[in-house]
């Protein structure tokens, strides 16, 4: 089984990327043939800064060999490497109807949040197709909200295998991750860069432990009793450790008199469950930072076995619709 991801290099990873995302993703490198991309093409929709998007591929690339991403097992690789995306991108224009990209909220979402109206925003999903058809991937791991997009990826590979001939492109199963959690950030809304209410996935202890003391809580008094329901630290802290754990923390919310505990008692255990959680990633980061030559070595093999494959998906296309 041949399995694809793809993340976009938007900015520095929190912890929200790695349970949504990261974290499932190097799990995958146990169950199939895994290939996964740095979509830097699909970050110029949102990002016009050359240095912050050179810096942001190279430091996604670290994070996702640091979260445990093993060459040796899975090939990683920058989109922008593989110049076939594109053409195969076109080909799939040429069988998709406007309706279809009309009707994709991805868009039109972005739009309203003031990202410009550009052609590449609005056909985004044709190239998103393309990344994944282009590897034969039969299973997709997507978010629920790259659902729309998945399915549009499996419409065109139909249109084309129905009518250029049936096996000219696999059609893709998507794997719809309905469990994962969703991590709150530091206000309770879902975690995000865009809310600025993240807690990053590496970086300084003071630094770390700053951010996860500005969670919003309750105004109740260290001797008071303290709701359990909808509590931000609680629901953090169940990404981090055990039940039982977790149960303790439920409990000392509601002691009341000399028993109450602080808001600031439950962070700093939250802060350094945190810290324990990440401490091999962090480690393994600060070994990666120092050694750049390896892992642009890992981009560059990746970029080679990825070309290797997709060139053979492309000739055969192209031999379909009449280009060779």
């Known amino acids: ?34 290939f996964y991309f ?18 942001n591929v190279k430091d996604l690339a670290i994070d996702f060999l640091a979260c445990g991403l093993d060459p040796e097992k899975a090939t990683i690789f920058r989109q922008s490497d593989i110049p076939e ?11 998709c109807p406007m309706g279809l990209l009309q009707r994709c909220h991805s868009y039109k979402d972005k739009v309203e949040r003031g990202l410009d109206a550009n052609h590449a925003l609005f056909a985004y999903p044709a190239l998103m197709a393309a990344d994944i058809l282009l590897y034969d991937a039969n299973l997709v791991p997507v978010g629920k909200d790259q659902k729309q997009h998945l399915e549009v990826t499996r ?8 009518k250029f001939g049936e096996g000219t492109l696999v059609v893709p199963e998507a794997q719809i991750k309905e ?16 809310y600025g209410n993240t807690i990053p996935l590496t970086g300084g202890k003071k630094e770390i432990r700053k951010s996860i003391m500005k969670i919003i809580t309750t105004t109740h008094e ?52 945190y810290w324990d959680k990440f401490t091999a990633v962090r480690e393994k980061r600060e070994e990666l930072e120092n050694n750049l030559d390896y892992v642009q070595e890992v981009i560059a093999k990746g970029a080679e076995k990825a ?10 296309v192209r031999a379909a619709v009449g280009l060779r």
Not at 179 to 194: E, F, H, I, R
């Open 85 to 95: 995306v594109n053409e195969l991108a076109w080909i799939l224009s040429t069988v």
């Open 307 to 316: 070309r290797e494959e997709s060139s053979k998906v492309l000739d055969r």
């Open 1 to 34: 089984m041949r399995i694809l991801t793809g993340l976009q290099p938007s900015g520095k990873l929190h912890i929200g990327n790695y349970f949504g995302a990261m974290d499932p993703a190097v799990k995958l490198q146990d169950q199939g043939e895994a």
């Open 179 to 194: 469990n994962t959690a969703v991590v709150p950030g530091l206000d309770g809304q879902k975690m995000s860069k865009s």
């Open 155 to 162: 419409d065109l590979a139909g249109k084309v295998n129905d």
């Open 222 to 273: 260290v001797e008071e009793a303290k709701p359990t329901d909808g509590s931000t630290v609680i629901a953090l802290y169940k990404l981090f450790t055990d039940e039982a754990a977790v149960q303790t923390m439920i409990d000392e919310h509601g002691h009341s008199g000399e028993e109450g505990k602080g808001y600031g008692h439950f962070k700093q255990q939250l802060f350094e469950a």
């Open 38 to 55: 740095l979509a830097d093409y699909h970050a110029m929709t949102s990002m016009t800064d050359p240095a912050t998007l050179r810096e």
